[in-house]
């Protein structure tokens, strides 16, 4: 029963460990917002949506859990007045106890029981009294067999990258993204150099407009469920089912996009040497990359710093969350780790996301790269013959890459 209490109160201490880190990384993202005076933007928005969320399961459980305690206790206590007053039974007929001082004293009781002696067998009978004892293996066809809390999956469904870029409608299977591949020319009057002709012809250049092709690509998945399935499971599978077919159409779209930024052939910057990497080097290659995304979109889009998960885990030792005036980052903390916005260098937003292969990082701008989506969603239909239910997911989305040369990776070197 000792260690039952001690499981109990060392989940409820993990539980309230991680609502606590849940709460901070909350309040962190929201101090961040305040700091550079706006709103919360959409990854974060997500993100804390999300962190609410298992916030709400977290205090839930350990609701649960706590009631859970106060019943064991209440039972452990109910089993010690039951074990006493069994005790007690025992040694108690009436107010007279019965307590034989040797063996020949009891055997002297049981041949006078056997003769049929009443006060003999009635201390006998209160000697030798022992409760019957039920246990859950005597009536197992009684017992139900519960299923408690939510179904356990660990599956990281955010989009932080499609996010950060923001998905456009997709209206048609395949179109065209026009694009100017040449200005038109402004220049002064007359020969370069020389003074202002009034009657000198201007130049003249023309504006040459092409276009990129783009088409949708779909993405779904399906699962043939059985009526009965749906009929006796809790929690309800269908329900369980869409959702996981929509975090994995999550996730594919995810990946596509990183495969999109991945497929940049621009010269790489390098943030220093592996094992040597400092908050200067790691800064001074985000300027670096800033001005070569600058020049190749002239500051068109916002500037968005994508690395994968172990990439984070070079940058973020590096710049610690104490927030000095002088520091290049607002810093990282480990403790709110995970897909999405974790913070800052160089006023530029640092993303992490699980599509990116390990050891990426790239510094692009939104303009470089767009991405199209048009969600179809869940559909559903019925199959009388086999007497099931067949759903599916689906999806068209595509990337597209504007600009390759403002799409740069980060590199040790």
């Known amino acids: ?20 880190q849940r709460n901070s990384a909350v309040q962190g993202m929201i101090a961040q917002a305040e700091d550079e005076e706006r709103d919360l933007n959409e990854t974060e928005s997500a993100t804390i949506e999300g962190l609410k969320t298992r916030m709400k399961e977290l205090t839930k459980q350990i609701t649960e859990l706590d009631e859970a305690a106060d019943m064991a206790d209440q039972i452990g206590k109910r089993h010690q007045q039951l074990d006493s007053a069994t005790r007690a039974a025992r040694r108690q007929d009436g107010a007279n106890p019965v307590e034989y001082r040797s063996a020949g004293a009891y055997l002297a009781d049981s041949i006078q029981a056997h003769n049929g002696s009443r006060e003999a067998q009635e201390r006998l009978e209160v000697f030798n009294r022992v409760a019957a004892h039920q246990k859950t293996t005597d009536n197992a066809g009684v017992l139900p067999e519960p299923v408690v809390g939510n179904v356990l999956q660990f599956i990281d469904a955010a989009r932080p990258l499609v996010s950060a870029i923001g998905p456009q409608p997709l209206t048609a299977s395949s179109w065209k993204r026009p694009r100017v591949t040449q200005h038109t020319s402004v220049d002064a009057q007359g020969t370069a150099g020389a003074a202002a002709d009034e009657k000198a012809e201007l130049v003249s250049q023309k504006m040459t407009i092409t276009s990129l092709d783009a088409t949708a690509v779909t993405y779904g998945g399906y699962v043939n469920v059985s009526r009965q399935n749906i009929d006796f499971s809790s929690p309800q599978i269908l329900d369980i089912v869409i959702n ?41 290659a985000v300027w670096e990359a800033a001005g070569i995304a600058y020049t190749a979109v002239k500051g068109q889009g916002r500037l968005i710093l994508a690395v994968a998960s172990d990439t984070l ?15 290049q980052s607002s810093g990282f903390n480990a403790g709110s780790f995970g897909s999405g916005a974790m913070g800052a260098i160089s006023g530029v937003q640092v993303v992490m996301s699980a599509g990116l292969t390990a050891g990426d990082a790239y510094l ?23 007497l099931g239910v067949q759903v599916a997911y689906a999806g068209y989305f595509t990337p597209l890459t504007i600009e390759e040369d403002a799409i740069v990776p980060l590199t040790a070197s």
Do not use: H, K, W
């Open 364 to 386: 692009f701008s939104t303009a470089a790269i767009e991405v199209f989506e048009q969600r179809v969603g869940s559909l559903q239909v019925t199959e009388p013959s086999v």
């Open 1 to 20: 029963m000792a260690s039952n209490f001690q499981a109990n109160d060392a989940m409820i201490r993990r539980l309230e460990s991680e609502l606590e």
């Open 244 to 284: 996981d077919l929509a975090a994995q159409y999550a996730i594919q779209t995810e990946a596509a996009t990183a495969a999109e930024i991945e497929a940049t052939s621009t010269t790489a910057v390098g943030y220093g040497a592996a094992g040597s990497e400092t908050a200067l080097s790691v800064a001074q």
């Open 313 to 327: 885990g070079i940058f973020g030792p590096l710049f610690a969350p104490v927030n000095p005036q002088n520091a």
